[in-house]
């Protein structure tokens, strides 16, 4: 169950984060709306580590699409490309 708070109980900062961790996020609304997330700092790591494999694999799949369209190119033409 999200554990919902005015952006106002944060002058309480100390008593809302006492109820933040991972099985139980703690959402703040401003104006009745949800404005932000309090997240625990492994929450933060593991979404950056699922936005970097995200961003490999769609770096991946448009370089299979460019290979099925394009092709690949020989060894001996990327040396010469790269002066190596």
């Known amino acids: ?40 700092m492994d929450e933060i790591d593991e979404l950056d580590r699922l936005k970097a494999g995200y961003t490999l694999f769609s770096k991946l799949q448009k370089a299979e699409e460019r290979v099925a369209k394009e092709g690949w190119i020989d060894a001996e033409v990327l040396e010469r490309e790269l002066g190596v």
């Not at 809302?16 to 997330?37: C, F, I, P, Q, W």
Request: hydrophobic share 30%; proline share 5%; net charge positive.
């Open 1 to 40: 169950m999200p554990n919902i708070k005015p952006v106002s109980d944060l002058r309480n900062y100390t008593d809302v984060l006492k109820e933040v961790d991972a099985s139980s996020r703690v959402y703040l609304t401003r104006n009745g709306h949800g404005a932000y997330g309090i997240l625990t």
